[in-house]
Nanobody, 117 residues
């Protein structure tokens, strides 16, 4: 399975941004797709994930309603909709995929999100 993340960029505090992650290859083997991020000098942290079948979602506490994940099963592709962005959201955002819940074995290349005025 290959994952291609896109949509990052430079935005101002309070702006919104949508990241995309398209899966290809043996996509029938994956059941979950999720997002992680890694800020400079910090460890990678979990953002959220979605079940491709059924669409149930789980988010990290810090998301607090600002971020939502959606999916398009035609590719499949998942999206991370980020609202009310803050400077502390600056990070490289990675998408990941798993066959079993939280067993992330496939990773995308990451897309940079910078929130700055």
């Amino acid at each position: 399975v290959q994952l291609q993340a896109s949509g990052g960029g430079l935005v101002q505090p309070g702006d919104s941004l949508k990241l995309s992650c398209a899966a290809s290859g043996r996509t029938y083997t994956i059941n979950y797709m999720g997002w992680f991020r890694q800020a400079p000098g910090k460890e990678r942290e979990f953002v959220g994930y979605i079940a491709l079948s059924g669409g149930s979602k789980t988010y990290a506490d810090f998301v607090k309603g600002r971020f939502t994940i959606s999916r398009d099963l035609t590719k499949p592709t998942v999206y991370l909709h980020m609202n009310s962005l803050k400077p502390e959201d600056t990070a490289i955002y990675y998408c990941a995929a798993a066959s079993r819940k939280s067993a992330w074995i496939y990773w995308g290349q990451g897309t940079q999100v910078t929130v700055s005025s």
